[in-house]
């Protein structure tokens, strides 16, 4: 009877070990991951209203538009007018900088087109979005014929939220 208890406080030190030496390597390993491999993203979504009945194909139109080159070259300028020529990491605020992070989509039969913008820097995020908005509804009224001055502003951004815990959110 006491080599069973022994026993089985021999097997409780050793499980012991086990777990504690498992949960310090997960720690360590997630620590890793957190601050050296994973990308910390944040995202902003705003919309613009287009007041008249659309059909797909200028909904089409007006998406593509605000995903043009040459939008991307405007929305650049108007971030240098206002003192944003740079990242925080000291690289130029770029067209490829406002592409690679700025999505526009629509639903068929809705007069709205959400506006996302995502980027690594939370300050920096919220504000290009609102100018993105701010900017297309003035290049979509003078350059558009299909808008026919009908574009406004529906909402800005307010928020710049983290990705990865919407992602861990929607997982829960």
Not at 14 to 29: D, E, N
Not at 45 to 74: C, D, H, P, W
């Amino acid at each position: 009877m006491l080599q069973s208890i022994v026993e089985i406080f021999i097997l409780l030190k050793r499980s012991v070990f086990h777990i504690a030496y498992f949960l310090l390597t997960g720690i360590v390993i997630g620590f890793i991951y957190g601050n050296w491999v994973m990308d910390i993203n944040y995202q902003s979504a705003g919309k613009v209203e287009f007041r008249q009945t659309a059909n797909e194909a200028q909904l089409i139109q007006i998406t593509n538009a605000i995903k043009s080159e040459m939008f991307y070259e405007i929305v650049v300028d108007k971030l240098a007018d206002e003192n944003y020529d740079t990242l925080p990491n000291g690289n130029p605020i770029t067209t490829a900088y406002i592409s690679r992070g700025l999505n526009a989509t629509y639903v068929v039969n809705n007069p709205l087109i959400t506006v996302t913008f995502h980027s690594e820097y939370q300050e920096l995020t919220l504000l290009t979005l609102n100018t993105i908005i701010d900017e297309f509804v003035v290049y979509g009224n003078a350059n558009l014929t299909v808008v026919n001055n009908n574009l406004h502003v529906y909402q800005n951004a307010e928020v710049a939220t983290n990705l990865l815990f919407k992602k861990l959110t929607l997982l829960s």
